[in-house]
C-alpha cells in the first residue's frame, strides 16, 4: 500500500512555533517563578528539552524539567496483546505549587493527555497544569485543549500526521500521511 506523504512543518517553521510558544508561556505566567517542564515521552521530552533551553535564554535563568511515562496510566493498557514497553520517568523536582507545562508533539483524542495528568497528580499537587503541544490534529475523544498550540492541523481519521525531530529521526519535520 502506498502512501502520500506531505509535509506540512520544516525545521524553521518547528523553530519559530517552539519561539512563540516560550514567549506565550512565559507572558501568561509573568515570567518562569513557579514554572516546572514536564515532556511526556518520547517526542514531548525532545520539545520540553527545547522548551527549556528557549525560556531559560529568554529570561537567564534555569527551569526544573522533567521527562514522564505515561504507558502504565493509559486507559487501552489491557486492550493490547503486547507486553508495555516501559520508559524513565525522572521528576527530581517537587510538583506542589509550581505551574507544571505539560508538553507533548501531537493532541490528537486526548487521552494521551489524561494519563498524563493522572500521572503527573501521583507526583504532588500542581498549582496548574498547562498543556504545550507542537501540533493539534482535533478528534478529540475527552474534553481536553491545549493552553500553547504550534499549529493546528486539522486532519482526518484515515490520516496519520507524523512529528520527526532531529534528536530521533535526524530531521525536524511534521508530515501528514495518507494511504491509498
Keep these: 500500500m502506498s502512501k502520500n506523504i506531505k509535509i506540512v512543518m520544516d525545521k524553521e517553521v518547528i523553530?519559530?512555533?517552539?519561539?512563540?510558544?516560550?514567549?506565550?508561556i512565559l507572558e501568561k505566567n509573568k515570567g518562569?517563578?513557579?514554572?516546572?517542564?514536564?515532556?511526556?515521552?518520547?517526542?514531548?521530552?525532545?520539545?520540553?528539552?527545547?522548551?527549556q533551553k528557549k525560556m531559560s535564554d529568554i529570561e537567564n535563568g534555569k527551569i526544573p524539567l522533567g521527562i514522564l511515562d505515561i504507558t502504565l496510566y493509559r486507559d487501552d493498557i489491557s486492550a493490547s496483546n503486547k507486553k508495555p514497553q516501559l520508559g524513565e520517568?525522572?521528576?527530581?523536582?517537587s510538583l506542589d505549587d509550581k505551574i507544571v507545562?505539560?508538553?507533548?508533539?501531537?493532541?490528537?483524542?486526548?487521552?494521551?493527555?489524561?494519563?498524563?495528568?493522572?500521572?503527573?497528580?501521583?507526583?504532588g499537587r500542581p498549582k496548574m497544569i498547562q498543556l504545550a503541544v507542537l501540533i493539534d490534529r482535533g478528534?478529540?475523544?475527552l474534553p481536553i485543549r491545549a493552553d500553547f498550540v504550534g499549529k493546528n492541523l486539522?486532519?482526518?481519521?484515515?490520516?496519520?500526521?507524523?512529528v520527526?525531530?532531529?534528536?530521533?529521526?535526524?530531521?525536524?519535520?511534521?508530515?501528514?500521511?495518507?494511504?491509498?
Excluded at 518562569?32 to 522548551?51: F, P, S
Excluded at 490528537?108 to 507526583?123: E, K, S, V
Design 15 to 24: 523553530e519559530r512555533c517552539l519561539t512563540r510558544i516560550a514567549y506565550e
Design 32 to 51: 518562569m517563578q513557579n514554572l516546572v517542564i514536564v515532556g511526556i515521552r518520547t517526542g514531548g521530552v525532545y520539545l520540553a528539552q527545547r522548551l
Design 89 to 93: 520517568t525522572k521528576i527530581n523536582f
Design 101 to 123: 507545562i505539560l508538553v507533548d508533539d501531537v493532541l490528537f483524542t486526548g487521552r494521551t493527555i489524561r494519563a498524563a495528568m493522572d500521572a503527573l497528580i501521583d507526583f
Design 139 to 141: 478528534h478529540r475523544e
Design 154 to 162: 486539522p486532519s482526518s481519521l484515515w490520516e496519520a500526521v507524523r
Design 164 to 180: 520527526d525531530l532531529v534528536e530521533k529521526n535526524g530531521v525536524d519535520e511534521v508530515v501528514i500521511e495518507e494511504g491509498n
